[in-house]
């Protein structure tokens, strides 16, 4: 029987990429979606045209009973939910002293809310089948800090905590919970950036390049993998050497 994955943020640059991973590997994939944000028709054409024909259910991974019935559907669908990918992020940079109470609030409970929200929600049935793998995309900058990313920072370096906290709670339950870090990744919405500000970043990447989606996307297929069961409260950094950690 083929294994499922939910991919919440999965109609992003790297949601996207790693939908299509895993899908490529023999995956029934539920894409999670922002009713009224996301342009769900779109994307779907998009990923049919492709070859792609994924599930895809909506629901606000920053609202606990919204993320519940999210997966309660995806589960509908997919008959049971053997990988789930916390992939929603959002940014609302500013310095402190100019960031606004509901910049740092959205940004918490989007990135870090979210994944206590949907990660409960998946861990009865995983739990019950012995087996299951939550894997968590948290970034670089949540294990180096950046200047006007104190929010996003907060909810990334907290999003390992909660990995390594949860992977001790289940791992004799045959389930792994993992971090990966990206940096930057050559996504749509870096793409927005000036190109001065693109090749300053760029300049203090190591070797010389940004990341692509597909290769965050090998990442999760890794992580998700039967014979990486012995991997459980990793983080795994994918920067191209901006930050190095022992």
């Not at 769900?40 to 990923?47: L, S, Y």
Request: glycine share 10%.
């Amino acid at each position: 029987m083929a294994k499922t994955a939910l991919i919440t943020g999965g109609t992003g640059g790297i949601g996207t990429a790693i939908c299509r991973r895993l899908a490529d590997n023999g995956y029934q994939v539920a894409a999670s979606y922002l009713a009224g944000i996301d342009d769900i028709d779109a994307w779907q054409t998009q990923q049919q045209t492709a070859g792609y024909h994924f599930h895809c259910v909506a629901g606000d991974v920053a609202d606990f009973d919204s993320a519940q019935t999210m997966v309660t559907q995806a589960e509908r669908a997919l008959g049971h939910i053997d990988v789930l990918v916390n992939g929603a992020g959002i940014t609302r940079d500013a310095l402190l002293r100019r960031m606004k109470v509901e910049q740092w609030q959205a940004v918490l409970r989007t990135n870090l809310d979210s994944v206590f929200n949907v990660s409960k929600a998946v861990l009865p049935l995983m739990s019950k089948r012995r087996w299951g793998r939550i894997i968590n995309i948290a970034s670089v900058n949540g294990q180096r800090g950046q200047a006007g990313q104190t929010n996003y920072a907060a909810a990334k370096a907290g999003m390992h905590g909660f990995t390594m906290s949860l992977a001790q709670e289940v791992a004799r339950q045959g389930i792994t919970v993992n971090t990966i870090s990206p940096g930057y990744v050559n996504t749509a919405m870096l793409q927005t950036l000036s190109p001065k500000i693109l090749a300053t970043l760029i300049e203090a990447i190591p070797v010389g390049r940004l990341a692509e989606p597909e290769e965050i996307a090998w990442a999760v297929q890794f992580l998700a993998d039967d014979q990486a069961g012995y991997i459980t409260g990793a983080n795994l950094a994918i920067n191209g050497g901006m930050y190095m950690s022992a």
